[in-house]
């Protein structure tokens, strides 16, 4: 199932609902749900992907979550976030992107895979590295393993973690997977 949240504006809504209808068009037996507050949480077990606008303002407050990174944190599920200036027109996709946090995601790549065949689409599983420095300021700063206790510390293995989740989650063949680690700020 695809789950469409809601963000309680009716052009990313509406932007949201296209995109979640041309892609179940695509792939068979896929049924759209659309939910909001609580009910997402409870009708995200049951989803495989959840399919969200970009609001017009920043951080809408009625919107679960506040905003879409924060629904992947809570949900574990991927989450398609829609651009403000969309059609119902898919060919223009090259690839779906599914970020990789730790080894618990390999559920979300399955389902990103799943999708990736789906469309017939190349299936990139991106994760950002970012290296703390020591001594530079920033504007927020939480104490190491405050949220990803499980977050390898290197880049060297954190391509081994993206290579093993691609693995477990069925991706073994040569360019069944494009893994990409990104230096930079998480944000």
Known sequence: ???VARTYEPRADAAATLVARALADRMRGVVIIRAEGESLERQARHAALVVVGSPLRRRPAA???GNASVLVRRLRLPVVVVPRQ????????RSVVCGVRDSHDTTSVVAAGALADALDL???LVHVWDEPAVNAPRPLVFAPGTFDAARPRAPAAVRALLGDVASRAGRRAPGAACLRVIDGAVG
């Open 1 to 3: 199932d695809f789950l």
């Open 63 to 65: 919107m679960p979550g």
């Open 86 to 93: 969309v059609g119902v027109d898919l060919t223009g996709l």
């Open 122 to 124: 190349q299936l990139v």
